[in-house]
């Protein structure tokens, strides 16, 4: 009894010294107090950190106690820095996903130098072209090329060459059009003079053309014996200067983003405009490179060469804005993006789930299933299963139609009407077809719902004619489309604001984000204007 009397005694102490203890259970029914704004100087921290990448100094600090809030004014300072603009690019580069890193193409294997034994040759069919095996040449340190007396070819000597025997030359000096690296320079076996590399003496012929006609700076010359890596070596490419280019078609893009900010240009221009930026590596692969790429169709040129400022490869932190044609639609036809996205439908998606936040997606619950007939329909648009996506997507695709696919080439409508007598002719009577036809227009039919379109461009295909004004309009059009319904402005808004607070805008705060899509409208749709209306406003104050 005396235990019981105890653990009542002390049950009563506990209940009664601590009640607050004895309400802790019920504490989560009741309704908590709406969350209040956090102070200036944790506003401040989430500012700098959002706005420019960085947190408060202790003199920010210091500056802060003795205003009421944070100053509108060092908002708009922030805005206005080359951080705030890096920031922008860093979340654009999100959206984009510009790192085309993986294109290996844009250098034809034939034009690619491998360096073995400190001499740098090409491989492959080339190499047997010239030695009668796939061998590189003689690299012994007293095999520098010799050449004919008479004739002036390079003298050749017997060799094995695995199981044949090829006629093999020596090497010569070359200072190649790119910086030579230290660690794989051959002047460390005193081959050549400081910046000068060893290369096979037929690799590196520099004759623009053949003795048989043929074009060496062209896909011709890679069939050619007489076509070797031209001037200082231009024509031909290693891993580091594929890659520097490869960086710099991403580096434009940011350009163009950083540069908007800093101007204070629309949002817009990102999508319509026509000016991009070049360096070294960018003029150098549009002069010498873009016409004999191997995978990639870059032919008609998307730029004028004639308007290419004069930079050497080297120049490669030398940016100069460059005004391409009118048929541009901004980053929409911008190298990076066509060689990310080689196809007109993953363009077009990619526009469509990015900028108008609608991916593409079957609609709620499993696709009916077709009959055998109905799978056969060749028309996506109309296809069991298909159409719910397709009837969108393939209008769409169409506004990148005269934009090669698998490549950066723009199919001008001077050169390359909608309509091709001598495409359609080859297609519907057995004649040989052009490459052009064969590349970029209707040729052959599958089924007969196809024949109406042999001789149209391929974006033609099962394109109602109402639509026909997206293949002329291209990308452009499609992003003035979404400016106008607000899709656009709205997922921009959208996209913005989930960068800023760290989570998806809810339902419930529809009306924010309205308000949000209308200041970014009115202020002619500028990032400034948004980034401010969202980290001015409550519910930003509120995340913690």
Not at 12 to 38: F, G, R
Not at 436 to 460: H, I, M, R, T, W
Request: glycine residues 6%.
């Amino acid at each position: 009894m005396k235990g019981f009397r105890f653990s009542v005694l002390a049950l009563l102490t506990l209940v009664v010294v601590q009640p607050a203890m004895a309400e802790l259970p019920n504490s989560d029914l009741v309704c908590q107090e709406p969350q209040t704004n956090i102070d200036k100087y944790r506003f401040l921290r989430s500012l700098t950190l959002d706005v420019i990448g960085t947190v408060p100094t202790v003199d920010d600090y210091l500056a802060l106690d003795s205003e009421e809030d944070v100053p509108e004014s060092w908002l708009d300072t922030m805005l206005d820095s080359d951080a705030f603009a890096d920031r922008m690019v860093r979340w654009q580069r999100d959206l984009m996903w510009n790192n085309i890193s993986p294109v290996r193409t844009i250098l034809s294997n034939t034009f690619a130098l491998r360096n073995t034994n400190k001499v740098m040759y090409r491989a492959g069919a080339q190499a047997t072209r010239y030695r009668g095996a796939n061998a590189q040449c003689r690299t012994g340190m007293g095999d520098a090329a010799q050449t004919d007396p008479i004739t002036g070819a390079y003298i050749t000597v017997p060799e094995p060459a695995g199981n044949l025997v090829a006629e093999k030359e020596g090497w010569v000096c070359i200072t190649p059009y790119f910086e030579v690296n230290p660690d794989t320079n051959v002047t460390s076996n005193n081959r050549c003079p400081s910046g000068q590399v060893a290369v096979c003496a037929f690799d590196a012929q520099d004759e623009p053309v053949s003795s048989s006609g043929t074009d060496c700076t062209m896909n011709g010359g890679q069939n050619d014996p007489e076509c070797g890596c031209g001037p200082n070596l231009r024509q031909c490419g290693t891993g580091a200067t594929r890659d520097a280019i490869l960086a710099a078609f991403g580096k434009d893009v940011e350009l163009r983003v950083k540069n908007m900010v800093l101007q204070d240009r629309p949002y817009t221009d990102l999508f319509t405009g026509n000016i991009g930026y070049v360096n070294g590596p960018i003029v150098h692969y549009w002069r010498y490179w873009s016409q004999v790429s191997v995978g990639i169709r870059n032919s008609p040129l998307p730029v004028s060469l004639d308007l290419l400022p004069d930079l050497a490869f080297t120049d490669e932190d030398v940016w100069v804005p460059m005004e391409l044609g009118t048929a541009h639609a901004g980053i929409l036809t911008s190298p990076v993006f066509l060689l990310r996205f080689q196809t007109d439908r993953g363009r077009a998606s990619q526009f469509y789930t990015k900028y108008l936040c609608q991916p593409f997606q079957p609609p709620s619950g499993a696709l009916p299933v077709a009959d055998e007939e109905a799978q056969r329909e060749p028309d996506l648009q109309k296809r069991a299963g298909c159409k719910y996506c397709h009837a969108v997507l393939e209008p769409s695709a169409a506004y990148w139609g005269r934009w090669a696919p698998a490549g950066t080439a723009f199919i001008n409508p001077e050169n390359f009407p909608a309509f091709n007598l001598d495409c359609h002719l080859c297609a519907t009577t057995g004649m040989a077809c052009s490459t052009a036809c064969n590349q970029f227009y209707s040729v052959s039919s599958l089924a007969p719902e196809q024949d109406p379109y042999l001789g149209q461009l391929a974006a033609y295909m099962f394109l109602h004619p109402d639509n026909h004004v997206n293949v002329e309009q291209g990308p452009r059009l499609l992003a003035l489309q979404g400016f106008a319904d607000n899709r656009l402005t709205e997922c921009t808004a959208r996209t913005m604001a989930r960068h800023l607070l760290g989570r998806d805008v809810t339902v419930a705060e529809q009306d924010w984000l309205n308000s949000v899509v209308v200041a970014f409208a009115t202020s002619n749709y500028n990032l400034k204007a948004l980034v401010k209306a969202i980290v001015q406003s409550n519910l930003y104050r509120r995340v913690r």
